[in-house]
């Protein structure tokens, strides 16, 4: 691992850093350089960002580590504003992962993007995009839900807005409320949909559930899920992508592959076995859509 030695004058302004959703070692080593030189650190939670520091050994020098969360936010944008002006580079870090992804930051970031200055992003974890690789459903095309509400009512009539996308969803939940928002899809999605609970994500009891609504609500009457989820289902008929669509796809993918690699990359980004992608891309062939010297080997 590089560690740097000195502090780099960075670029006036605000730098998003992403920190690990459970695994302290899942930070890049950009997060760490940036960790090390900003002239000014903003936190969440300024424990937890000091434990992390503390791991990495990046020193907190003489700098501050400042407080900003949901509740302090109004108060404090106009200081850090202050401080963007007067030439610093902030970096900013929620509790774990990405900010902003149902972390606060947005409103700081619009109103830093809004005075004219710079924002800047240091990519790393993020739950929601370590649970759809992990998952097994289609990654071509998802919807991220964020946390359902909390109330039967509203959850059910969100659920219901959501019910006709034709994509992959992703949510957010607390364990707490995982049993009343299975219950509550089911009702509204029906029990063949996919689903997948993606559990304590790179943490010692990573557990990955992938099955039906109706299975694994019997499932959790049997068990008290722990820990940290994110809640993923499968599009309506999901693994039924219909032929149309499936005819799109290989089409665009065509453009910049030959048909052999086309049918490979479909098969892998849609979850969709490789003889139905391959019988269909034939199918192209014989409507001439696809020139005929392509054919696969
Ligand atoms: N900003 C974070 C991100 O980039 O994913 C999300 C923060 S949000 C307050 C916390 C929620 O993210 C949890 O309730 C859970 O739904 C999900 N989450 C965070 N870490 C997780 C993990 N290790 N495994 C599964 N879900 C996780």
Do not use: W
């Amino acid at each position: 691992m590089t560690i740097l030695k000195e502090s780099k004058q960075l670029d006036a302004g605000l730098y998003f850093v992403a920190t690990p959703i459970g695994s302290a070692r899942d930070i890049t080593l950009r997060a760490l350089d940036i960790l090390y030189s900003a002239d000014l650190l903003i936190a969440e939670d300024t424990r937890s960002l000091k434990k992390l520091m503390d791991i990495h050994q990046i020193p907190v020098r003489r700098r501050k580590i400042i407080s900003y969360h949901d509740h302090n936010g109004e108060r404090k944008r106009p200081l850090i504003l202050k401080e963007i002006e007067n030439g610093k580079s902030i970096s900013y870090c929620s509790e774990a992962g990405s900010p902003l992804i149902a972390d606060p930051g947005f409103q700081l970031g619009r109103e830093i993007v809004k005075a004219g200055h710079k924002v800047f992003s240091v990519p790393g974890a993020c739950a929601l995009i370590a649970a759809l690789t992990v998952s097994g459903l289609p990654t071509n095309q998802f919807f991220y839900a964020g946390f359902l509400p909390t109330t039967k009512n509203m959850r059910i009539k969100f659920l219901e807005n959501l019910k006709e996308i034709p994509s992959t969803i992703v949510f957010y939940e607390s364990p707490k409320r995982v049993n009343k928002s299975i219950s509550d899809m089911l009702e509204v999605m029906g029990p063949d949909r996919s689903v997948v609970i993606a559990r304590e994500l790179t943490k010692k009891f990573e557990e990955i559930i992938r099955t039906t609504l109706e299975d694994v609500q019997l499932e959790l009457r049997n068990r008290v899920i722990k820990g940290e989820i994110v809640i993923l289902l499968g599009k309506e008929n999901e693994s039924e992508l219909n032929t149309a669509n499936l005819k799109e796809l290989l089409l665009i993918e065509f453009r910049e592959h030959t048909l052999k690699d086309s049918v490979a990359n479909i098969s892998v980004k849609t979850g969709i076995n490789r003889s139905k992608v391959y019988k269909t891309a034939l199918e192209l062939v014989k409507e001439a859509k696809i020139p005929e010297s392509s054919s696969i080997s």
